[in-house]
């Protein structure tokens, strides 16, 4: 449909007597170019990182990092855009491997430059270890896998987030959602021997005739079929469960990744690449082939921050038990104290962000707060900013990669679930008396 017939279509729809469709939704997907020699985030070791930072200027937008040698797959932007009476939620994903929220702010105010600015956003990155890097507002994460800030790189990454926004709100029209689940099993692993979520949630959203609008998905995997050997920039197997889908439906197909903290694919290189990403992509088109026709469904926003207990490295974590519990690495100056977390109501199904990796057995349990709340219940991690590992008391105190990069201590994985339970609670309302 045409914006014309599209903007006919709403001005029919709000004229006509008698119950209205109030849901309306447009989406779109665009690719980012980016300049010749980006450097990859993801891995901190070598090969990736350079022998010697680049102090003589020999490449314009590598320092820390070496260079990307090509494009496999170009990363994408997809965004999509609902508004039901008067709330506005555009929720982007994005083919990197984490979220600057300062990227998230300079967008905010850019779309608040709009005619109906939304209510809120949402940029959800789906965590590939082959994305572009040289995009962030921050010296810890730059030295750390994502390499300093490059101007241009930002801009470009930033331009095309802009843009395929307010792509996604020209084309919207009166649409119908629903939401449905499948189960995928036998293609990753847990690092900390915990049990995984299988859920594959989906959420298709159709024009009022049936016509396909968008497809968003949410899975808990490590973008990291592709090691650190590799310097090709891809969307590593969620983009290219992605990409077969958009194939498949014609439609913008939104990635959101879960709490996958501790979860790795089992299968590696580009026939890992390949498989995972093939059997990902046939169970979401099988759940979206089978769920009935969607209906016209509300919005609604919950919002807080959240506090956060004063980030550090535990060096025991890192280097072994060995060490004594006390000596840790104060990083109150390089990360933050608080944190934003945003809940979503679309209908009956519930959406909660989170800032980071959460591990898998937190996201089951924000799950389960959600049951008998909402009809589903999904994690959006990776969401609005990145704060390392978020983990259980428990396993922050088995010294593991994932425990070292878990940076809020022993209670920091339980803060992030505890705030994200509350915020279901909120926007869920209190429940009936029975």
Request: charged share 20%; net charge neutral.
């Amino acid at each position: 449909m045409s914006v014309r017939l599209a903007a006919c279509a709403l001005l029919v729809a709000a004229l006509l007597p008698g119950p209205v469709l109030a849901l309306t939704a447009g989406a779109s997907s665009l690719a980012v170019e980016l300049p010749a020699g980006v450097p990859l985030a993801g891995y901190g070791s070598m090969p990736r990182r350079a022998w010697i930072p680049d102090f003589l200027g020999r490449h314009p937008y590598a320092f820390w990092f070496n260079p990307s040698t090509g494009v496999h797959d170009p990363p994408r932007v997809r965004v999509l855009a609902l508004e039901s009476g008067g709330t506005r939620v555009l929720w982007l994903s994005a083919d990197l491997v984490g979220v600057d929220p300062a990227l998230v702010a300079e967008l905010r105010a850019r779309l608040a430059r709009t005619d109906a600015p939304p209510s809120a956003v949402i940029l959800s990155a789906s965590h590939t270890h082959s994305g572009p890097g040289a995009y962030a507002d921050s010296a810890f994460w730059a030295f750390v896998a994502a390499d300093r800030e490059s101007p241009a790189v930002r801009k470009s990454i930033l331009d095309v987030m802009e843009s395929a926004a307010r792509e996604a709100w020209r084309r919207r029209e009166p649409a119908r959602v629903v939401a449905g689940k499948g189960t995928v099993t036998g293609i990753a692993t847990s690092r900390l021997d915990q049990p995984l979520d299988p859920e594959l949630g989906v959420l298709k959203v159709t024009a009022v005739d049936g016509r396909p609008v968008a497809l968003v998905w949410n899975y808990a995997i490590h973008g990291t079929a592709l090691g650190h050997g590799n310097f090709q920039i891809s969307g590593d197997l969620m983009g290219e469960a992605s990409a077969r889908l958009e194939r498949e439906t014609g439609v913008p197909v939104l990635f959101v990744n879960g709490a996958a903290g501790d979860v790795s694919p089992i299968w590696r290189g580009w026939p890992g690449v390949e498989t995972i990403g093939s059997t990902l992509a046939g169970s979401a088109l099988a759940t979206w082939r089978a769920l009935p026709a969607g209906r016209d469904e509300t919005l609604g926003i919950a919002e807080s921050r959240v506090a956060l207990p004063h980030p550090g490295v535990s060096v025991r974590n890192c280097v072994g038990r060995w060490m004594p519990r006390g000596v840790r690495i104060g990083l109150a100056g390089a990360l933050a104290s608080s944190a934003a977390i945003t809940a979503v109501r679309i209908g009956e199904t519930a959406w909660v962000t989170v800032p980071g990796e959460l591990q898998t057995r937190l996201g089951l349990d924000i799950k389960a707060a959600g049951h008998g709340r909402f009809d589903q219940t999904f994690v959006a991690g990776y969401s609005n900013d990145y704060l390392g590992y978020f983990l259980t008391a428990k396993d922050y105190e088995r010294p593991s990669y994932v425990a070292c990069g878990s940076f809020y201590g022993e209670r920091g994985g339980e803060t992030v679930r505890d705030a994200a339970v509350e915020l279901l609670s909120r926007l869920a309302g209190p429940r009936p008396r029975g």
